[in-house]
């Protein structure tokens, strides 16, 4: 019995005399070809499977890695945006603080300033006082060294004291009459016919018309006399 080239089936030829063998030998070929072809086919479909499958694990663990990648991006991009913000605010923190600072230093050196001015200012205003209070202390003490009075009295033509709170040591009184005009001059140790210092004091009197000198004249009837005494 002839069989095929490729697969070896069984060739039933005309003058073969008919028998199931062939066939059954040729059925089971076919089925262990198609068993083989089968398997072959299945192993190849689960090795397609496995490789898809180990396909979509690498590919969604190259989306994962990707995303990782990105997020881990995004969270590197934030956290270093956010430094910078805090690096930011801090400077700008510490510059307002230095700036205020630097203004209250400014602030506080003008009132400084403004207060030494104002105590050297004071201090110059007292001293000058002072000074002043000195002078006149001085010249108080000097006018009480040197007392003076001044005043007027009225003539009465005989003779009057003008009472002092103390004992002159000149007397000077302007005396103008018919006689003319001169001004008497009385000294303690050199007293006139008209005027003579006393203690707590000085006399004047009205001697009489036939005197050369006006001053002679110093209390004459109703007549207004000023006068000046010194001590």
Not at 27 to 38: E, F, H, Q, Y
Not at 113 to 132: G, M
Request: charged share 20%; glycine share 4%; aromatic share 6%.
């Amino acid at each position: 019995m002839q069989q095929t080239t490729t697969y070896k089936l069984n060739l039933i030829e005309a003058d073969d005399v008919f028998s199931p063998e062939p066939l059954s030998e040729n059925a089971r070929k076919v089925d262990a070809a198609l068993s083989s072809t089968a398997s072959a086919l299945s192993a190849e479909t689960a090795a397609r499977k496995s490789a898809d499958t180990a396909g979509t694990a690498a590919w969604q663990r190259a989306v994962s890695d990707e995303a990782a990648a990105r997020q881990k991006a995004v969270t590197d991009e934030a956290a270093a945006r956010q430094k910078a913000v805090a690096g930011e605010t801090a400077a700008r923190k510490s510059a307002v603080s230095a700036e205020a600072a630097a203004r209250q230093k400014a602030v506080s050196d003008e009132a400084t300033a403004r207060q030494k001015a104002i105590a050297a200012e004071t201090a110059a205003r007292q001293s000058a006082i002072n000074a002043e209070a000195t002078a006149r202390k001085n010249a108080v003490a000097a006018l009480e060294r040197h007392k003076f009075a001044c005043g007027t009295y009225t003539g009465n033509g005989t003779s009057q004291t003008i009472q002092l709170s103390f004992t002159p040591k000149a007397v000077v009184i302007p005396i103008a009459n018919t006689n003319g005009a001169l001004t008497g001059v009385c000294l303690w140790d050199k007293p006139l016919n008209s005027i003579k210092i006393v203690t707590g004091g000085f006399t004047v009197s009205n001697v009489g018309s036939s005197l050369a000198h006006s001053y002679e004249y110093a209390n004459t009837s109703g007549v207004r006399y000023a006068y000046l005494a010194f001590a």
